[in-house]
């Protein structure tokens, strides 16, 4: 039997929904035609963090790449299961005070914190201990921390990094070969256990099993 994608994802999406209603406006501001913000993670990998911030147990869950909260409200709600909170990290001030208002309309503003600076000078002065951590930022930053990153993890807990199918997806080299880089050392690394999913642009899972 044939697979069909898009099929498949239609079925699935009418499974996935929005815990709140600023979600369904964020959803449609991506879809518009507006051209100055990138792509959010979608549906389907929003709704496979909520199962890996449950396994986890996420008290305290790390983002990279804000843009305008979709990823980071979605987290917001679901950590409501856990009684978590969320530090996320975004280099662009023009994002910050549609961020704030964003977070503020959805009721989460006393869960998550946005820290308004490049992540890679902010991951160092991070304490460790992080159940989650949502790296979906400029795509040679993966590079560039994601050794601290997994210093950062606590032991069990996990790393889902988003687009990292950039390269069988034939993407442009500057995106496709820093993914390729991120896939190689993260199944390389002797503290981590992997696998790659194939939701949206793909999905690299990894988790941590020893310091
Ligand atoms: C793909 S968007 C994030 C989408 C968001 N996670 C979501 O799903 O709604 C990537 C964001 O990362 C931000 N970014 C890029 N480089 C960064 C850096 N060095 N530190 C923090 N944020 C960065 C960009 O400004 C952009 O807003």
């Not at 560039?144 to 807990?157: A, C, S, T």
């Not at 070969?177 to 793909?202: A, C, E, H, S």
């Amino acid at each position: 039997m044939k697979i069909d994608y898009l099929k498949n994802c239609e079925y699935i999406d009418g499974f996935l929904g929005y815990p709140n209603d600023v979600l369904v406006e964020l959803e449609k501001e991506h879809k518009s035609d507006r051209v100055n913000i990138q792509p959010n993670i979608g549906l389907q990998a929003a709704h496979l963090l909520k199962i890996m911030l449950l396994l986890t147990n996420a008290k305290r869950v790390l983002e990279i790449g804000t843009c305008i909260g979709y990823s980071s409200i979605f987290i917001g709600e679901f950590l409501k299961m856990t009684g978590g909170k969320l530090t996320t990290i975004e280099i662009d001030k023009r994002f910050i005070p549609e961020i704030t208002a964003n977070i503020k309309a959805a009721g989460l503003k006393d869960s998550i914190e946005v820290i308004n600076q490049d992540a890679a000078t902010v991951v160092d002065n991070l304490p460790p201990g992080y159940d989650l951590i949502l790296l979906d930022a400029n795509k040679p930053l993966y590079l560039k921390i994601r050794e601290r990153l997994v210093d950062l993890l606590r032991v069990g807990g996990v790393i889902v990094a988003d687009d990292t199918l950039f390269k069988p997806m034939g993407a442009k080299e500057r995106l496709a070969d820093p993914m390729d880089k991120y896939n190689t050392l993260v199944f390389k690394d002797k503290r981590l256990q992997n696998t790659i999913l194939p939701i949206g642009d793909g999905i690299t899972l990894s988790i941590k099993t020893s310091e």
